[in-house]
């Protein structure tokens, strides 16, 4: 068995008996297997000599990143990379004996390192828990072997992890690692991979060579992670919604909250609300997140004392705006120059059959019944340039539509909001259907009810959660243009156990 | 009261101004980073800490120093008014240059640690200055060198005053005592008179890291003297480094120090690893510095986000200990199809572009000039008029105008003066590289 003489995971100088890293503790029997794929790959011998001649090829290298010793945050790179590889020059001109290549290079060690204990050890699935990379900066885990990332699946049987919040409050968003780019979507994320490879290095998404700094940024490539609210899934009992940053925005200035709150009555009211930072705004995706926060959480706890649901939604939207407006620094008011903060509201509150829904902007609630006994329906009128000359019967929907002003908003939330006009509106539900709650990052690919209700999928009403991906889904197969919210509250209620949900009520 | 803690480091503070927004298939990043350090020394009175500074004075006194006789006489002033600007136990010594070099005071190949005694006796040695003999400006720098390697102060700094060409060595020998000097210690250079080289003089101080200027009447010399010791014993922190890391597969189009003014450092580069290189910045008191850092990644998608750089400010240590950081800053690239926000420049990244194109267009003026290619100085000239005008920078604008007629400052319209003082041209020359700061935004 050769024997390591730095240890895998970090780096550290090993003796001969160690049979644990006297730095990080990492077991050191584990790292075997891939140093024996070191030893494939340079022929008999580990010997850093040998590495060296190879990682001025990078053409060897295929498929020995996840091995060995140090050599090779170097190699790793190389075997990754299109085109020129600055690496290998540096590398050649390193100092053959492979302990100071590891010192000299901290990205190398900690590479060779995240590998050989993670997907390299035992052929991880896509979807590594949380918590499981050895370096601990960042939970997504590189795709399978044998998917290139752009074909790998949906992450449906991925351990997703549901908070289920006791009632009227409103629970802590969990997070699940990003989904993989889909199958059809063209992922501008292509251009910087490489042919994708067998056994992928570091856990950067974007060159599978690097390691993820403390800053999020990757530390060989520069490539941002992915931040935990590029994608979002959640879903409690009733209610199930997915945020997605689409496929052009560099960050996701969507934002959405959900919470169940039980009545005075023993009822129960199932919340959800979708926020859209505006994005000429300084700091759009605070915006978003601190109105769905505050929003979710007043509704939660006005509807847990027993307020009237339209009035509970009026308050909400308020406070929500309130919420916003305080994101202002108190230094800039009056200064005509600084863009406050500001976003787009819309909630829902289903309460037996009684649907309530408020909102300010251009985000939307639709109602979609099951079965075709019903017309879908919009449930919103936008606070927009195109509704407002709709409404004013001044242009046809299609005109007004077409016109480049018709996404201007003509009401938000925020500091400099001109005036603060929450719309609610309520409804009595009688017969089984859902209730979509999105941002105009989806309806932008399905703008009618009807469209809506055509790219529904089927099962809707029983897996909220996979509506709401697929919905996800058909926005990004149309371009993803736009940052994607949609929350999905099934009616009647689904009450625990449905396929797919998290924890079960007690 | 007494205080025998080592001087207090100033506290760095980075500032990065930048468009990070790049269209689709943008490779180029640029960056200002703005420097500051606070909480250092300068201007307030110290008293009892420990000096840890060490510096030696280099005075000309090749022959032609005695023309006229004034000019010896202003540099003895000139170096006393340095002498008794010097913070009481900081190590000095003064070097007399001609082809060789001479130690004046102390001597013995050490240094002295002023007090009131010890400035007394190197005054009175002053009197040893006299002018014979050629010019060898490295010899006189490979002393200051030897000199100060005993001195094991952190702060190592050097003044060097010349009147003339070097003539004594060849521009290879010049060349190899900078390159052995380099990160040993800073120097500030001054000519005197107009009968010195400006590229020899600026050639000195950008190596070391240190201020070049002229002082054409001898007799402002010490002035201009004492000026430059109290700078320098404002400085706090030696051999600072700004360290930056690129990404993989990008390429660092340049590094300049663009205020107070242009140097550009991109060549200077030591590599700390892969992706990691240190750029000299020689030493620092209170002060504030810019820097334009201009990278090419490999262009990701629209929606991706990229470090392009992470600059920092590092201060190397001794042993094993690693690199203090004083500093840090990132240089960010976010692609969009947005081209409102794509299209939009840095207003300091126009701003400096605009100052290193000045300079250059300054110096490419000269040289034409001297050249007597009239077109071409007239075309360059009158680009650094508009320029100046432009971003503001009056003291090169009133430079200018003693070397050119400015018909047109806007279109930079400019005739070039007949019988233009050399005291002028070198004067221009010679600062060419000085920068002004971005105006605030109204």
């Not at chain 1, 990143?65 to 590398?91: F, P, Q, R």
């Not at chain 1, 230094?331 to 509150?349: I, L, Q, R």
């Not at chain 1, 299609?398 to 005036?419: K, S, V």
């Amino acid at each position: 068995m050769p024997q390591l003489t730095v240890c895998p995971s970090c780096a550290e100088h090993l003796e001969p008996e160690d049979k644990f890293c006297g730095n990080c503790g990492a077991p050191l029997a584990d790292a075997d297997p891939p140093l024996l794929g070191a030893e494939h790959l340079t022929g008999a011998d580990a010997d850093a000599e040998h590495l060296t001649g190879a990682d001025a090829d990078a053409g060897h290298l295929t498929g020995a990143d996840a091995d060995a010793e140090h050599l090779t945050g170097a190699d790793a790179d190389a075997g990754h990379l299109t085109g020129a590889d600055a690496d290998a020059e540096h590398l050649t001109g390193a100092d053959p004996d492979a302990g100071h290549l590891t010192g000299a290079d901290a990205d190398a060690g900690h590479l060779a390192g995240a590998d050989a204990a993670g997907a390299g050890r035992d052929g991880e699935s896509a979807f590594g828990v949380i918590g499981d990379a050895p370096t601990g900066s960042y939970s997504l885990a590189p795709p399978a072997p044998g998917h290139p990332p752009q074909a790998a699946p949906a992450p449906q049987a991925a351990p997703i992890p549901v908070t289920v919040p006791v009632s009227s409050s409103t629970a802590e968003r969990s997070v699940v690692p990003p989904a993989p780019p889909r199958a059809g979507a063209v992922d501008p994320r292509q251009g910087m991979l490489a042919q994708p490879e067998p056994e992928p290095a570091g856990d950067c998404v974007s060159c599978e060579a690097g390691t993820v700094g403390d800053d999020g940024f990757c530390t060989r490539c520069g490539h941002r992670a992915p931040r935990e609210r590029d994608h979002v899934e959640r879903q409690l009992p009733t209610v199930a919604a997915v945020s997605d940053k689409g496929l052009r925005h560099h960050r996701n200035e969507d934002a959405f909250a959900l919470a169940e709150a039980e009545r005075p009555d023993g009822g129960r009211a199932i919340i959800a609300v979708v926020c859209d930072g505006v994005s000429s705004a300084t700091r759009p995706d605070e915006a978003s997140a601190a109105a769905s926060q505050a929003g979710g959480a007043q509704l939660a706890n006005d509807l847990a004392d027993g307020a009237e649901p339209r009035q509970a939604m009026h308050e909400a939207l308020l406070t929500a705006a309130a919420a916003v407006s305080a994101l202002a620094p108190p230094e800039a008011a009056g200064d005509p120059h600084f863009n406050a903060p500001a976003c787009t509201c819309v909630s829902a509150v289903l309460i037996g059959d009684l649907l309530t829904v408020g909102w300010i902007g251009d985000s939307r609630a639709y109602w979609i019944p099951a079965g075709g006994t019903q017309e879908p329906a919009r449930l919103t009128e936008d606070d927009s340039w195109a509704a407002r000359m709709v409404e004013a019967g001044l242009m046809s929907e299609a005109d007004a539509y077409a016109d480049p002003r018709a996404h201007a908003i003509t009401g938000w939330l925020g500091a400099d909001a001109e005036e603060l006009d929450p719309h609610t509106a309520s409804f009595h539900l009688d017969t089984p259907g859902v209730v979509l709650v999105c941002t105009d990052g989806l309806w932008n690919y399905a703008e009618s009810a009807a469209e809506l209700a055509a790219v529904l999928p089927s099962g809707a009403r029983t897996d909220p959660l996979g509506c709401a991906r697929s919905l996800v889904q058909v926005a990004l197969d149309g371009g993803g243009h736009d940052n994607v919210t949609v929350a999905v509250l099934p009616f009647p209620a689904v009450d625990g156990g449905a396929e797919g949900a998290g924890e079960r009520r007690a | 009261m007494a205080s025998f803690e080592k001087p207090e480091v100033p506290v760095f503070s980075t500032e990065v101004f930048q468009n990070e927004y790049l269209p689709e298939g943008g490779a180029e990043v640029n960056a200002i980073v703005t420097v500051t350090a606070t909480g250092g020394g300068t201007g307030a009175v110290r008293t009892g800490a420990p000096a840890d500074a060490a510096v030696v004075v280099m005075v000309d006194c090749s022959g032609s120093m005695d023309h006229p006789p004034a000019k010896m006489r202003n540099a003895r002033d000139a170096t006393a008014a340095a002498i008794d600007t010097l913070r009481d136990g900081v190590s000095f010594a003064v070097v007399a240059g001609t082809h060789t070099a001479r130690e004046i005071f102390p001597g013995g190949g050490r240094l002295a640690v002023a007090d009131a005694t010890t400035r007394e006796q190197a005054k009175f040695a002053l009197r040893k200055l006299t002018a014979s003999g050629g010019t060898a400006i490295g010899s006189w720098l490979a002393l200051a060198d030897a000199l100060l390697a005993g001195a094991g102060a952190s702060i190592r700094h050097g003044i060097l005053l010349t009147d003339g060409r070097n003539e004594h060595e060849s521009p290879q020998e010049l060349r190899a005592v900078l390159d052995a000097c380099a990160g040993h210690f800073t120097c500030d250079c001054r000519g005197v008179g107009t009968d010195w080289e400006v590229k020899e003089v600026t050639q000195v101080a950008s190596a070391l890291l240190g201020t070049a200027d002229i002082v054409a009447d001898p007799g402002h010399l010490a002035e201009d003297f004492r000026q430059m010791m109290e700078s320098a014993m404002g400085k706090e922190v030696a051999d600072v480094q700004l360290r930056l890391w690129t990404p993989a597969n990008s390429l660092i189009a340049f590094v300049k120090q663009v205020a107070p003014s242009v140097a550009d450092l991109t060549a200077r580069r030591a590599d700390v690893n892969a992706r990691t290189g240190d750029y000299p910045t020689g030493s620092w008191g209170d002060e504030s510095r810019d820097y334009h850092v201009c990278v090419r990644v490999q262009p990701a998608g629209v929606g991706q986000e990229m470090l392009a750089a992470r600059v920092s400010l590092v201060l190397p240590s001794a042993g094993d200990e690693p690199p203090r950081v004083l500093g840090q800053g990132l240089v960010r690239a976010v692609w969009t199809d947005d081209m409102a926000a794509s299209t939009r420049i840095s207003p300091q990244v126009a701003h400096y572009t605009g100052q290193a194109e000045l300079a250059g267009a300054i110096q490419q003026g000269l040289e034409a000039r001297k050249a007597g290619d009239t077109d071409r100085a007239t075309a360059k000239l009158g680009r650094a008029v508009q320029l100046a005008a432009e971003s503001g920078n009056e003291d090169t604008a009133k430079l200018l105008a003693k070397v050119v007629d400015v018909v047109d400052e806007a279109k930079g319209t400019v005739r070039l003066k007949r019988g233009v003082a050399d005291a002028d041209e070198m004067t221009l020359e010679t600062r060419s590289t000085k920068t002004v700061r971005v105006k605030k935004q109204a």
